[in-house]
Each structure stands twice: as C-alpha cells, then as structure tokens.
C-alpha cells in the first residue's frame, strides 16, 4: 500500500506540473495530449476525460509497462545462464550482423532472427502474465459448447494456450528454434498470444515488443550471463511466483563484461 500511495503522489505531482505549464500548441506526451482532449470536452457532461481519469490511465501505463518488461528481461537473463548454447547463439549473430562496435538497433530486427525467436519463446515459456485482465461477457454466447451468459465475467487463462502440448509438441522444452521456419523465416503462430488477443488485447505490446528487442541483444552484446562461481542452474529447479507477473524467485547471477574482439 505505501508503494501505491508513492506512485500515486508521484504520478499526481507529474500531472500538476503538466497542467501549470500546459500550452496546446506544444504537446509533448501522453499527459498534455489528455489535457487538450480535458480542454476540449469541459463543456461535456459526463466526459471521461477527468484529471482523476488521467491519473488512473498514467497508472496503468505505468504500471502494466514497468512491472512485464522487468519480468521478461529478469527470465532473460536467468535463461542466458542456465542455457549457455543458446547464449553463445545468440552472441554469435548479435556479434555477425551488429558487432560490438554500437548497440543493436530496431532496423537490425529483421536480420536477427534466432534472437527474436529466443524473445518470443521467453515470452511463451516464461509467461510473464500468465492469466488476463477480466473481460465481461457483452452478449450470451455459447462457445466450444459452453453457454457463456451476457455479464459473465472471464479470466482468460493464457498459460493454457501458451503451454498446450497440442499446439507447440513439447512446450516444457525451451527451444526457440520452434519459432522459425524451414526457410529460415520468423513464423508468428495465432497461438503466441502473450498480449493476448482481441479489441482490448495489451496496450503496450509494441512497445514491450520494442523494449525487449533493443534491451536483450544489448546486454547479451556486452556481458556473458553465468551462475555463481562453481555452481550449475538447472532451470527447472527456478521458481516462479506469481503476482502482477510471473516472476522468478530471487537468483543470483555473474555478469562478466565480454572483451572486445
Ligand atoms: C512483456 C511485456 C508485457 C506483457 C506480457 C503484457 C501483457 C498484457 C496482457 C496479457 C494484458 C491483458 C490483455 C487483455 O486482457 O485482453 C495486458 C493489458 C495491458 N497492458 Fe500489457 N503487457 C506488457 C507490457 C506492457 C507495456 C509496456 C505497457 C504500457 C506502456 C502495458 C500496458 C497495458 C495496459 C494499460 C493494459 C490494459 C489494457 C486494457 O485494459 O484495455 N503493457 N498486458
């Protein structure tokens, strides 16, 4: 609670900055872009748009965006050290298609293909949001023979898709190989939703997307990830725990700083 009320105080002191040096012909962010819509609508009765709505939607925003992306590169991390093939692959394409000369870019993306692969099986096998956001039911509807009635509320369990042995083989394994096809080519199967799926599927998702593109191959690019010094990680004795995310139990790691080739 102490945590909600600070992030709270802050996000509420960012929102009066923004409304003292507010000038519609100058808007920078999201903050200033929902003060001219506020501007606008004063006149509408029952507008949403509200400071107390502002302050709730910077909330979420950041909440949503800080808390997932962590995760996910926390998982990264923890993988690169148990699995140190797939670490040393994924250094050698970083180190063939960027070098170490400037960090990885989005345009590099596209050619870095087994890097991508091994982010999308991250976000497949570590499930970071392992169950959505409640959605209620609009209209009666009856799927796969279930009746689901109007106002039903459902919590969409996206672990069970992204772990269905019907849809991926053996998705106990950690392979990102299962992510590129036989030409080589990134494949994107309907079934990876960890943003999940819809109208109101993850608002964020392309900036987590491009978050997790440029932050990975950059520390993959200037540190080698390994366990403490004389011991092994076996991933499957890692915990995780399950919160706002699923996050793993705390770890420990060596982050060893590459040499220059
Ligand atoms: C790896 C990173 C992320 C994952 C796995 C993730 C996953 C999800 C999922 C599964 C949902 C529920 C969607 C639904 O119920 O239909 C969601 C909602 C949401 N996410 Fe993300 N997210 C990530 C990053 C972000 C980022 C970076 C932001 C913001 C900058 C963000 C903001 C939100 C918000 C505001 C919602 C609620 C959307 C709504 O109610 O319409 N997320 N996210």
């Not at 949503?64 to 140190?84: R, V």
């Not at 040393?88 to 345009?107: K, Y």
């Not at 991250?122 to 956001?133: D, E, G, H, W």
């Amino acid at each position: 609670m102490r945590n909600v009320n600070y992030i709270e105080g802050f996000i509420g002191d960012l929102v009066d900055k923004h409304m003292e040096n507010f000038d519609e012909n100058k808007i920078e962010d999201f903050i200033d872009a929902f003060l001219l819509k506020m501007k606008n609508a004063r006149d509408q009765k029952d507008s949403i748009f509200t400071k107390k709505q502002l302050a709730k939607t910077v909330l979420s925003l950041v909440v949503g965006g800080a808390e997932t992306t962590t995760t996910t590169i926390m998982w990264a991390i923890l993988y690169f050290a148990a699995k140190p093939d797939i670490q040393a692959r994924v250094f050698r394409e970083i180190n063939e298609i960027v070098g170490t000369d400037r960090l990885p870019s989005l345009q590099d993306k596209l050619k870095l293909v087994y890097t991508e692969a091994f982010i999308m099986e991250i976000l497949r096998a570590c499930n970071t949001v392992l169950v959505s956001l409640a959605h209620t039911c609009s209209v009666d509807v009856t799927i796969q023979g279930f009746d689901i009635p109007k106002g039903t509320t459902l919590l969409p369990d996206i672990d069970s898709v992204l772990s269905d042995p019907k849809i991926w083989g053996d998705p106990e394994e950690f392979r990102p190989e299962r992510f590129i096809g036989e030409e080589g080519n990134l494949l994107q199967p309907e079934e990876f939703i960890p943003f999940f799926t819809g109208k109101r599927n993850c608002v964020g998702e392309s900036l987590a997307r491009m978050e997790l593109d440029l932050f990975i191959p950059a520390l993959v690019q200037r540190y080698e990830f390994l366990p403490p010094e004389g011991t092994t990680l076996d991933i499957k004795d890692i915990d995780g725990v399950f919160g706002i995310t699923h996050k793993p139990k705390p770890f420990e790691i060596r982050a060893i700083v590459r040499k220059k080739e």
